[in-house]
């Protein structure tokens, strides 16, 4: 099913009141937020990392995505309805640059995603979605 974003935050709203797990956060670079709203099956999320300032870091930290089942494998990808970021000469990550990425559950929670390069006040909406059961 693909519905990421056209009606992204009617989703959100709903998973909230319906027991989904809600997560903000602070990547170790404080000029960076992550953040995610996880159905409570577990099986779709949608997150956003947001560059809220500049940042002194060259290379940006991985995105570690919590909730998600450890066991499932997820397709991560860019929010379709939305416009990508300006990546100025810099490449995007190919997850976000119009390649999908498929990976457990248990790497995108530990070992995470290579995070976008984003300039101050940019932000990336992408989604990991499971098959369905």
Not at 37 to 62: K, M, N, T
Not at 66 to 73: H, K, N, Q, T, V
Not at 103 to 131: D, N, S
């Amino acid at each position: 099913m693909r519905w990421c974003c056209g009606g992204w935050a009617l989703w959100l709203e709903r998973q909230r009141a319906e027991g989904g797990s809600d997560w903000v956060g602070p990547l170790p670079d404080p000029s960076v937020w992550l953040h995610g709203v996880v159905a409570e099956d577990r099986r779709h999320a949608v997150f956003a990392v947001v560059q809220l300032a500049s940042s002194a870091e060259v290379i940006p930290a991985r995105l570690r995505l919590p909730g998600l089942d450890p066991a499932a494998s997820y397709l991560v990808r860019p929010c379709a309805e939305l416009p990508p970021p300006e990546a100025g000469a810099t490449a995007q990550p190919s997850w976000l640059s119009g390649e999908s990425v498929t990976l457990p559950g248990r790497v995108l929670a530990t070992v995470g995603l290579p995070a976008p390069l984003l300039q101050p006040a940019q932000a990336a909406v992408f989604e990991a979605a499971a098959p369905p059961a």
